[in-house]
């Protein structure tokens, strides 16, 4: 079975829903393409967190992304932190999650296939996002293409943000050796902790703290880092109370790092986890630029890569995600 319904709206923007017996997916095209809804039918569960405080509503472009964070999954490019680069300002958290995209759809009895696309503001871009879904699997297949219609390169981050919806049975599992922490988020272990070999971390008071165990929202805590040295390209997030969890698999060649906001009550007291593959890293895209950790798109060079993100059950611990979604 599979299903695709254009007809639907949620709060005044158009809902596009596809469905197989799996899952549903619910996309918001006129605000970044937002996937707004992935419900793992199965488990009877929403995977992605929304914001209790704030509901989707329109975006002005260059406003404060944290303002209008509802929650769900967006893309951020291409920056992060709001940037001067090359004489242009970059808004926060990119160009793309406050703009409308133009759609199609193609449906068969096999899949569906949703293609979205708009150009670029600042950068003289054209982004094409497709997501597939096939009737017989628990799998969300999105191909992001990034065309460079300039006369220049580009320097650029792409960063995947799903928000997760958690509990403190939730677990984090990535196949990264080093993590660093970014300089404004090291409460929970020190100040003077930059780094550590996952998944363990020693404390400043010489404690061991396992960072796959996700706190509680009365931890007060809010984690940012950065997994780098990645020995494949995958990451997970696993309810360990049902055994059901999201997982994402990526080309490592193209997302080199996983990024990790969880907002354990620290941050505006809200309570989720941000698995985040991107293309480089710091968040500051100035310095990612210096440091040559950013990503560059030469004059009329195309980034063509494909995502996959599974929603599996029966698995407490994730070793390994491949392309597939099959999970071990």
Known sequence: MIHFDPHWTYRGFRALVLENRYLRAVVLPDLGAK????????????????????????????????????????????????????????????????????????VDAREVRLHLSRSGVVTPTFIEKSITLRADEPVVRIRYRIRNDGYAPLDFLLKLHPALAISPACRID????????????????GATVERFTWPLARSNAGATVDMRQVPPQNAALCDFFYAIELDAGWCALTDTARAAGFGLAFDPAVFSSVWVFGAYGGWRGLYTTILEP????????????????????EAGAVLDTEVTAVLYRGVSAVEHIDRNGVVR
């Open 278 to 297: 991107c293309t480089g890293y710091p968040y500051r895209l100035e310095e990612a630029i210096a440091r040559r950790t950013a990503s560059r798109l």
């Open 35 to 106: 996937i707004w809804s992935l419900v793992d039918k199965t488990a009877d569960r929403e995977v992605l967190w929304h914001n209790p405080r704030v509901p989707p509503r329109p975006a002005v472009y260059g406003a404060a992304y944290d303002d209008w964070f509802c929650g769900g999954w967006d893309e951020l490019f291409p920056n992060d932190a709001p940037a001067a680069v090359g004489g242009d300002v970059y808004p926060d958290h990119g160009e793309l999650w406050s703009m409308p995209y133009d759609w199609q759809a193609e």
């Open 174 to 189: 990535l196949p990264a050796r080093t993590v660093i922490i970014d300089e404004g988020f090291r409460q929970r272990l």
